[in-house]
């Protein structure tokens, strides 16, 4: 009998080998590897804004580096793009924060990171609902602390019950990330259940991470709160992150911030001394330009967000055996393909039997890139991102349609 091969042993710090890659950017990287082969792929992958960046935000950018704002600045941010955050949500939601409290980072998604390196580590669980935006667990995980998910069904349009929530709570939970409206459900809380959900928090000692980035993409029949809003002492448990790429399609200008607790900003700061120095100069100005110029642009952009968000919900209903829930902001559709499963598919009839492999038949059949549930803790699901223009998803809907053997 020959000995086992000796496992070989990765280079790798333990931290990296826990992580997987985002998932979303994964199907849209190979989305754009067979475009760039030549095949005409429609790509629903990316949680992106089509839109370009209005161009008072941009002629910001090309004034501070005429003007010479090209050095490192404050660690947390300028002064200026602190203080016009902190004058945001003062004007948008009565909520008081000094600039102190505001970390300004490389993107919500650094400050995230940033948020739980400052909050957590090994032997502290964080409680995420799920389904849930790619990156959460991922982050967790490599803080060394444990991910707790909660699971939500489409029956309660994905949202946490305070119930739920009260039940998954231990002595070690340190967190609740929540995101409202989320990905990649567009599942929009009521602010009565939020308002639960915040004196549990209250009560029980709980810090939340309020992930507030789609807070501007709210459609008829939803209404969003900020978690701080409903009292002090939430507020004083509350971290909220948000930033202005879904607002504002600022994607690539990587600028997100933290509005925290004194202590927690303050910690959060001393991290990003260390790790990145500060973010952009010059998209820091941007950003200036883009929460305190005129906010039309993005009412604009929400319309445009309102009316193909009608248009997909007017083929998913068309479209055979496919269960979802409408989502109420952001600008995703989610919906259960398992239905599908075991079934001949597009022209070649494949089965499938998980929503991975659906999505990678119906990008090989019909060159349309969605990204599977399982990226976001809900098996048998698929989301389609219709940050996109109208045509492109009208032709997407006509080739799912023949996926699934239509007409
Ligand atoms: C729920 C959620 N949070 C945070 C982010 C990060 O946004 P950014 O890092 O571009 O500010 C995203 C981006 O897709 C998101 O969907």
């Avoid at 967190?175 to 009560?203: C, D, F, H, K, W």
């Avoid at 309102?306 to 989610?334: I, M, T």
């Avoid at 919906?335 to 991975?356: E, I, M, R, W, Y």
Wanted: net charge negative; aromatic share 10%; hydrophobic share 40%.
């Amino acid at each position: 009998m020959s000995a086992a091969a000796p496992a070989t042993k990765s280079v790798l710090s333990d931290a990296v080998q826990r992580i997987k890659p985002s998932a979303t950017i994964a199907a849209g990287t190979k989305a754009k590897e067979l475009k760039a082969a030549g095949h005409d792929v429609l790509s629903f992958t990316l949680g992106e804004p089509d839109f370009t960046t209005p161009q008072h935000i941009c002629d910001a950018a090309k004034a501070a580096m005429d003007a010479g704002d090209t050095h490192y600045t404050a660690a947390a941010g300028t002064l200026q793009v602190k203080q016009a955050v902190c004058d945001l949500y003062a004007r948008f939601y009565g909520l008081e924060y000094d600039p102190p409290q505001c970390v300004v980072s490389n993107g919500a998604k650094h400050s995230i990171h940033n948020v739980l390196t400052a909050l957590c580590g090994p032997g502290d669980e964080v409680i995420i609902p799920t389904p849930y935006w790619v990156s959460y667990s991922d982050l967790v995980g490599l803080t060394g602390a444990k991910p707790v998910f909660v699971e939500t069904t489409v029956e309660s349009g994905w949202v946490m019950s305070p119930e739920q929530f009260e039940s998954a709570i231990t002595p070690s939970t340190k967190l609740l990330m929540l995101n409202s409206p989320t990905n990649p459900t567009g599942a929009t809380y009521p602010p009565e259940t939020l308002e639960q959900i915040a004196r549990i928090a209250v009560e029980r000692d709980i810090f939340v991470l309020s992930d507030e980035i789609y807070e501007r993409l709210i459609y008829a029949g939803s209404e969003f709160r900020s978690f701080a809003s409903f009292g002090k002492d939430v507020q004083e448990k509350t971290i909220i992150v948000s930033g202005v790429s879904k607002a504002y399609a600022m994607t690539g200008w990587r600028i997100g911030w933290a509005l925290a607790p004194l202590e927690i900003a303050a910690g959060m700061a001393k991290l990003q001394s260390q790790e990145t120095s500060c973010p952009s100069s010059i998209s820091q100005a941007a950003a200036v330009a883009a929460v305190s110029g005129p906010q039309v642009c993005v009412e604009e952009m929400r319309l445009e967000f309102a009316e193909r968000r009608e248009y997909v919900l007017q083929r998913l209903k068309e479209l055979p055996d496919l269960a979802y829930a409408e989502p109420g902001g952001a600008f995703y559709a989610f919906f259960d393909v398992s239905a599908h499963f075991g079934k001949p598919l597009g022209s070649k009839g494949v089965k499938v039997d998980n929503a991975t492999d659906f999505c990678t038949a119906l990008l090989e059949d019909q060159f349309v890139a969605l990204v599977t549930g399982d990226a976001f803790g809900a098996p048998g699901y698929v989301r389609l991102s219709f940050a996109t223009d109208l045509k492109t998803i009208e032709q997407g809907f006509d080739r799912i349609t023949k996926f699934l053997g239509g007409a």
